[in-house]
């Protein structure tokens, strides 16, 4: 069913502790995954590998493939350790949130994106065909969830759930490029609008819309650091916009 990712299927989706032959295991799945979390999140996926994580743990590489059969279905393990299970999300007795639909696909939003920003490696890491495991699915049905009895199609829900995490997905890539979390900026537009301002110096006249655009933003510091929460909020009027539009129709 799975084709060439029948391994990562059985390691996420079966059972995972035990190696399949081999005295009593010294080693556990989890310790190496987290092991090789860790690697990633200082030096990214690149910097992952069967020999450094064997070398972490002050074990030969063979020893590792015991307990997983190499770095795609080690990669697929670390995606979903490093994802978690997802908060819970305030819910009443029917399973709704109750402040609406909208309020839980921002708060959704937010948990999702700090896991972004604690592992910036997943942003790659999660794109394109792959199984995913138990925890990740269990954020796209927290998501997709948070839109039932909306009134949109499952179809539809999938599709907001999609263009949500496009976002979240967006801005984390430009966070993580920009250096953002380590010493060099604390958001992304501070360091656009500086890269702008020098590019624009003696330029404003030929590029007019932009330099006043950046120097708005440079005067303003109260309206920096809010591309994921302007986005976020702009995606939201148009759903729930839509979803308004839909019932006066009918």
């Known amino acids: 069913m799975f084709g060439d990712q029948a391994g990562s299927a059985e390691l996420l989706w079966g059972g995972r502790e035990r190696p399949s032959r081999g005295p009593k295991p010294a080693l556990s799945l989890d310790r190496i995954t987290r092991t090789a979390i860790a690697l990633a999140d200082i030096g990214g996926l690149g910097a992952v590998s069967m020999q450094r994580v064997a070398g ?8 590792l493939y015991r307990y997983v059969p190499g770095k795609t279905e080690l990669v697929a393990l670390m995606i979903d350790t490093a994802m978690g299970e997802p908060p819970a999300g305030r819910a009443d007795a029917a399973g709704h949130a109750p402040d609406g639909w909208r309020a839980a696909l921002r708060e959704w939003a937010g948990q999702l994106s700090a896991v972004f920003a604690r592992h910036p490696w997943l942003l790659g890491a999660t794109v394109g ?47 993580a490029s920009m250096g953002v979390g380590s010493a060099r900026a604390s958001e992304p537009e501070q360091v ?3 890269a702008l301002n020098e590019l624009l110096v003696g330029r404003s006249d030929r590029f007019p819309a932009l330099a006043a655009a950046v120097a708005s933003v440079e005067a303003d510091a109260a309206g920096r650091g809010q591309a994921l929460e302007f986005g976020l909020e702009r995606i939201l009027d148009g759903l729930e916009s839509y979803l308004s539009a839909r019932a006066a129709g009918s």
Do not use: C, Y
């Open 192 to 194: 656009m609008s500086a």
């Open 56 to 63: 972490e743990l002050d074990f030969t590489k063979m020893s």
């Open 129 to 175: 065909p792959r199984v995913m495991g138990p925890n990740e699915l269990g954020w796209t049905e927290r998501a997709v969830a948070a839109l039932a009895g909306t009134g949109l199609t499952g179809g539809e829900q999938l599709d907001a759930v999609l263009v949500v995490s496009g976002h979240l997905r967006a801005i984390g890539q430009v966070s």
